[in-house]
């Protein structure tokens, strides 16, 4: 087996006086999709933020190796020009910050890291229109901010676009489907579905297993109480749509 | 402390009077006005309503006006000033107070309102208050007065530049303004240049808008880092009237804006878009009185505040609504950010009713930059100054965004850009 593209070992994380994360181990290798399920309060956002970043969050312990490097070392925009995505659960609004801009700014920050030249504006907006098309976005959506007066659909698919945009090698998806219709979801699915290659790794973090039965999962793995309790294949999403969490959660007690 | 400015009040205004000719010196009006400036004085230091407001410079200041300037001094030292004229905006421009006829063209050009320059003013429908009294202070010094009557559509730029002049005298810029019914009025007006830390700039501006009329009003404030500033705004609406004010403040070392502002006629509506941007030690503070008194009247008001270094920004805007004021609407937003921990903003949204009929919203938040924001920039790969400035920018975008004249608006934008440091907006904006 080649080197995991993600490789988390023993990570334990605290949020003030909570640990939160309490020893991951998890190995997610290019161009698979994993799926981190588990109920309300386990940790699954947690994990989704730590990867991106975001502070507030310590880490008590632990590793995380991203293409070789120490992701914890590295402070969030150096993550995300590195090629680590996070598509939010909650997107913000940024009223007078269009979106379009934003869109630009953030390629071109990845470009300069790389040591490539600003993306031309007309291709990019080319490009932009596309991917748009795609994700069933009126063009109008970028001439406005961030975000902003955005239905809960729509801030959704403006993370799916950017991630379109951006091309990661590791999207980390936080409940991208919670609060979709059936069609948003279909458009979100295709939209995830389109990135999946032989260099890319994409982690969904989900509550249900819906997202899956449009994004199949190679691996899913059982968030519960800060711990992976349980990892098996995508028959496992399936057993947990049966049964629930909670057979997990005593076998974890 | 208020005893001893009448009393220089008064005297520098004789040695003053004694050198207009004898009517205009005598004049009653100007007699009304010094008593009431004299009898005001200077607000104790104490008093709440202008507690930002830098008044031991203008306790220091010398109250009579600069000496006037030779047409070609005042000529050289305005061009330097200058903004870029805006397409289709007929221009006057004042220098020290004096109008400037060469880059002001004839005012029988004016197309659609009739322009007169006078020596003495006129009080208007609304009386200045004690919360106005720099009103008094200018109406008993003015000189060159400018007098419009607006009964069609009329486009107009008026600048008031301020230059030292040897004896760091004040400059007391006065307009007018009477929009007729169902006439349409634009009017930018700007403040810029300064006479030095030492000569008081108290421009004083009336509007009156008539039935039906619509008034829609830039106000700049860009003067000089030293200039002191005691500004009033009094302005009365008729039934239907329409009143869009824009005040942006982002010069001086002190400025303070008293505004009142009356909706007398029934169906009167108003916008206010207030945005003071500060560092240094800069001061900036705005008083804003809105008085709904006829029925079906509206008031928005939408307030914005950066303060950086060690400066402070002030928003005081009390909103009255009478019992005569049935079916009134009375919106306030107040948001102040602050770029620095020496910084400070105070905003105080204030509301006064005597109606049950009425609807009104009020907020008023002031803090640092939203974490969840920045967060989620970072994560796209943007740098923590970039970021910021960024979310700088995307704060005061609300007011810019009701710019409507295109030409002022990329001004604005540019200057603004230029007040915060912000080459990330200066980017943002190509």
Redesign the interface.
Same mark, same amino acid.
């Given at each position: 087996m080649t080197t995991p593209l993600l490789s988390i070992r023993d990570l334990r994380v605290r949020i003030g006086d909570r640990e939160v994360l309490k020893g991951i181990d998890l190995d997610v290798p290019a161009g698979e999709v994993h799926a981190i399920m588990g109920p309300n309060g386990s940790g699954k956002s947690s994990l989704s933020h730590v990867l991106?970043? *975001?502070?507030g969050y310590e880490v008590l312990g632990g590793s995380v190796t991203y293409l070789g490097k120490d992701l914890l070392a590295l %402070?969030?925009?150096e993550? #995300? *020009?590195e090629g680590v +995505?996070?598509g +939010?659960q909650y997107? @913000?609004e940024?009223?007078? @910050?269009?979106n379009a801009? &934003?869109l630009k #700014?953030?390629v071109n #920050? %990845?470009r300069r890291?790389r040591g490539e030249p600003e993306v031309d504006a007309f291709d990019f907006l080319t490009l932009v229109k596309a991917k748009m098309q795609l994700m069933k976005m009126d063009e109008a959506f970028l001439s406005r901010? @961030?975000n902003e007066g955005f239905s809960g659909g729509e801030k959704k698919r403006n993370e799916i676009l950017?991630m379109l945009v &951006?091309e990661p090698k590791l999207a980390v998806l936080d409940e991208t489907d919670s609060g979709l219709d059936i069609d948003a979801l279909k458009i979100v699915s295709a939209g995830i579905q389109t990135l999946r290659s032989p260099e890319r790794a994409i982690v969904l973090v989900t509550h249900y297993q819906r997202l899956l039965d449009h994004v199949a999962p190679d691996r899913v793995h059982v968030l519960a109480r800060g711990r992976i309790v349980r990892s098996g294949g995508p028959e496992l999403a399936l057993e947990l749509e049966r049964r629930g969490y909670d057979w997990l959660l005593e076998d974890a007690a | 402390m208020s005893a001893n400015f009448a009393t220089r009040l008064l005297e520098e205004h004789a040695a003053f009077a004694a050198t207009l000719p004898r009517a205009q010196g005598e004049a009653s009006e100007r007699r009304h006005a010094l008593g009431k400036a004299s009898a005001a004085g200077l607000p104790p230091l104490r008093d709440d309503a202008w507690r930002y407001s830098n008044l031991r410079a203008v306790e220091k200041a010398r109250l009579a006006p600069a000496t006037p300037l030779t047409p070609e001094q005042a000529l050289a030292s305005a061009s330097r000033l200058l903004p870029q004229p805006l397409p289709d905006f007929a221009r006057l421009v004042f220098v020290n107070g004096q109008l400037l006829r060469p880059l002001s063209g004839e005012p029988a050009d004016l197309v659609g309102a009739r322009l007169e320059l006078s020596s003495g003013h006129t009080e208007g429908v609304l009386a200045p208050t004690a919360d106005e009294r720099f009103a008094w202070l200018n109406a008993a010094f003015a000189t060159d007065i400018a007098r419009l009557a607006v009964s069609g559509t009329l486009q107009l730029e008026v600048l008031y530049l301020t230059v030292p002049t040897p004896n760091a005298g004040a400059t007391y810029p006065r307009l007018e303004v009477a929009v007729g019914n169902h006439a349409r009025l634009v009017l930018v007006e700007r403040h810029l240049g300064g006479g030095g830390p030492a000569a008081l700039n108290a421009p004083s501006v009336q509007i009156e808008v008539g039935a039906a009329g619509v008034a829609e009003h830039y106000r700049l404030q860009a003067s000089a880092p030293d200039a002191v500033i005691m500004d009033s705004l009094l302005a009365t609406l008729a039934a239907g009237a329409r009143y869009e004010l824009t005040q942006l403040s982002w010069g001086a070392a002190s400025a303070r804006h008293s505004t009142r502002i009356q909706l007398s006629g029934e169906g009167a509506s108003l916008l206010v878009n207030g945005m003071s941007l500060s560092d240094a030690n800069r001061v900036l503070d705005t008083a804003i009185q809105v008085e709904h008194v006829a029925r079906r009247t509206s008031s928005e008001q939408t307030l914005r505040a950066i303060a950086n270094g060690r400066s402070r920004i002030a928003f005081n805007s009390r909103v009255e609504v009478a019992s005569s004021a049935g079916g009134a609407d009375s919106r306030q937003s107040l948001k102040g950010l602050l770029g620095s921990p020496g910084a400070e903003v105070n905003l105080r949204p204030q509301l006064e009713i005597s109606t049950d009929e009425v609807k009104a919203s009020h907020g008023a938040t002031t803090g640092a930059l939203d974490d969840n924001m920045l967060f989620y920039l970072l994560s796209r790969g943007l740098d923590p100054d970039t970021a910021r400035k960024l979310l700088e920018w995307a704060f005061i975008e609300d007011v810019m965004s009701r710019i409507r004249i295109p030409a002022l608006r990329r001004q604005v934008e540019l200057a603004s850009v230029d007040c915060l440091g912000n080459a990330t907006a200066l980017e943002a904006l190509r």
């Open positions: 991106a970043g *975001r502070p %402070a969030p925009e993550r #995300a *020009r +995505f996070l +939010f997107p @913000v940024i009223p007078g @910050v269009n801009y &934003l #700014a953030a #920050a %990845a890291h901010g @961030v950017q &951006l | -």
